[in-house]
């Protein structure tokens, strides 16, 4: 996650939110690991190792895509400390503090060993090869898109088409429409720096989550009835609405929970396997509050709100829907992966 086009995410860049006009950096590295190698990265088991920070909703998504195509064992995975320090994201949560496969304490040493002196911010997802330390990508758009459609040959039995293609232009057509206005509303709301621009993306925030409600209150995922890319892209907003978007960003028009159809919806995700059990809601929760001391120059880590009703019955299934479509969930969290019961709720 880069949430601003300036510098590193470190102590500076972190008090400057909300001081200034909101912009989200484009992906500087956005070479694609492919079947055939055509950019020079070719698929293969073992080689890559990605690396999230499970407070990042761009990098939630991989961690859902991951698990629900059964790359675990093709596709490494470190986990970034979800605080960051002035050399961003750190492999603090390892022994030694640093990761126990590319051997470095920070991501920034992956950029670096890529582009010497990359002068950008360090954002996760992150894609680095294991071989050459090197970063792969940070495309965060793109590389969901990729796991799903170009890593095939590496998934699981019964894993589910993600992107099936009949149905791309209308995934694409949605998912845009939620980048723009809830992905990416949800910061432009939280990091406006002047009341016009609060109040337009503010606006823009509830005008699409009102339509998305309206689409969903029929049918159980947004595009056909199957799980699709379009569904996990919102579910990594929604999870995070009511725990930090709701106060922390001023996204408070009302909570995820006041909206009967979204809150259906969002547990529907969440109980199935592949999406809440990648969930951390302590790491969002003080990332989100420690981390942008600009907004919050307190630090201080609400108690609330009450999380227990995200595995209280949603009742979606009526809506007919076929989670994983000819596919099968996939298996059990592999040892490692897991996240703390205390994190959940």
Known sequence: MSDTTTGSAGTEGNASYGRKPFTRSRSHFADRITADGRHGWPVEADR????????????????????????????????????????????TLDP?????????????????????????????????????????????????LDLATEWTALHRPGA????????????????????????????????????????EAYEALFARLDQVSARLADRRYLVGDTITEADIRLFTTLV???????????????KLTEDPVLWAYARDLYQTPGFGDTV????????????????????????????????TPHHREQLGGRPFGDGTPPGPVPPGEEVSPAATF
Not at 241 to 253: E, L
Not at 291 to 311: A, F
């Open 96 to 144: 030694g503090g640093k990761d126990p496969v590319l051997g470095i304490h920070h991501l920034s040493e992956a950029y670096d060993a890529r582009e010497h002196g990359y002068p950008g911010g360090v954002s996760v997802p992150a894609v680095v090869d294991v071989p050459s330390g090197k970063l792969v990508t940070n495309d965060y758009q793109q590389l969901t």
């Open 280 to 311: 951390d809601f302590d790491h969002i929760k003080r990332h989100y509050y420690q981390v942008h001391t600009g907004i919050n120059p307190t630090g201080i880590v609400p108690l609330g709100p009450d999380l227990s009703g995200w595995t």
């Open 48 to 91: 890559y190792r990605l690396v999230v920070s499970r407070a990042c909703p761009w990098a939630s998504r991989a961690l859902v895509s991951r698990r629900l195509l059964g790359l675990e064992d093709a596709l490494s995975l470190a986990v970034a400390d979800p605080i960051q320090d002035d050399r961003s994201w750190r492999f």
């Open 240 to 254: 995070r609405f009511d725990p930090v978007y709701h106060g922390h960003f001023k996204c408070n028009r009302n």
């Open 160 to 199: 589910p088409d993600l992107y099936p293609e009949p149905l791309r232009a209308e995934i694409d057509e949605v998912m845009d429409g939620i980048y723009r206005d809830v992905n990416n509303g949800v910061y432009k709301t939280g990091f406006a720096s002047s009341q016009q621009e609060y109040d």
